[in-house]
T-cell receptor
Framework: AQSVTQLGSHVSVSEGALVLLRCNYS??????LFWYVQYPNQGLQLLLK??????LVKGINGFEAEFKKSETSFHLTKPSAHMSDAAEYFC???????????FGAGTTVTVRA | DAGVTQSPTHLIKTRGQQVTLRCSPK?????VSWYQQALGQGPQFIFQ???????QRGNFPDRFSGHQFPNYSSELNVNALLLGDSALYLC????????????FGPGTRLLVL
């Protein structure tokens, strides 16, 4: 069964600083990996997805993530944080023959002015 | 292009009651998945419907049931509500050919008293 672990439940960054959110996956076969963002009192918005086409995946709002098979990681980064990036971020995994998404516990990002 | 819509937005019930939540998928999508997100946690997969059949189910009791209609919209029913059923219920839709990419609605916030 696929699963993901998000390291760090809270991350605080200064505006303009690098945002780094960590996600490690557990899967017996190459998975599909996703990052979603959830703003307060809203549903989840897809930031980006990895489906084996390229290891560096670019998403919306300046975010990108790199798939590293040797480290079983799929960390999310953004070079320069903006106040609007304050939200909760979820890493998720899905197998090729598994229809469900399995989510991590989430990482809350706060951005300091 | 309408995204995924859910109704109602909020709901308050008492223990033992039954509740029905509704979801309309994004235009062009034929698959609907339901997730439960407890406060401070990541979403947990309840089940997925495709071609009006439950295709996959997560680790939820039979009190949770669903239905998909010919127009691809879906309902989630929960019987004999427990306090622990209080959560945000998220609907996600996808297209069978790209089943791994799921788009989420804003959710229904259920409070059980």
């Amino acid at each position: 069964a696929q699963s993901v672990t998000q390291l760090g439940s809270h991350v605080s960054v200064s505006e303009g600083a690098l945002v780094l959110l960590r996600c490690n996956y557990s899967s017996s076969v190459p998975p599909y990996l996703f990052w979603y963002v959830q703003y307060p009192n809203q549903g989840l918005q897809l930031l980006l997805k990895y489906t084996s086409a390229a290891t560096l995946v670019k998403g919306i709002n300046g975010f990108e993530a790199e798939f590293k098979k040797s480290e079983t990681s799929f960390h999310l980064t953004k070079p320069s944080a903006h106040m609007s990036d304050a939200a909760e971020y979820f890493c998720a995994v899905s197998g090729v023959d598994d229809y469900k998404l399995s989510f991590g516990a989430g990482t809350t990002v706060t951005v300091r002015a | 292009d309408a995204g995924v819509t859910q109704s109602p937005t909020h709901l308050i019930k008492t223990r033992g009651q039954q509740v029905t939540l509704r979801c309309s998928p994004k235009s062009g999508h034929d698959t609907v998945s339901w997730y439960q997100q407890a406060l401070g946690q990541g979403p947990q997969f309840i089940f997925q419907y495709y071609e009006e059949e439950e295709r996959q189910r997560g680790n939820f009791p039979d009190r949770f049931s669903g239905h998909q209609f010919p127009n691809y919209s879906s309902e989630l029913n929960v019987n004999a509500l427990l306090l622990g059923d209080s959560a945000l219920y998220l609907c996600a839709s996808s297209f069978e050919g790209y089943q791994e990419t799921q788009y989420f609605g804003p959710g229904t916030r259920l409070l059980v008293l």
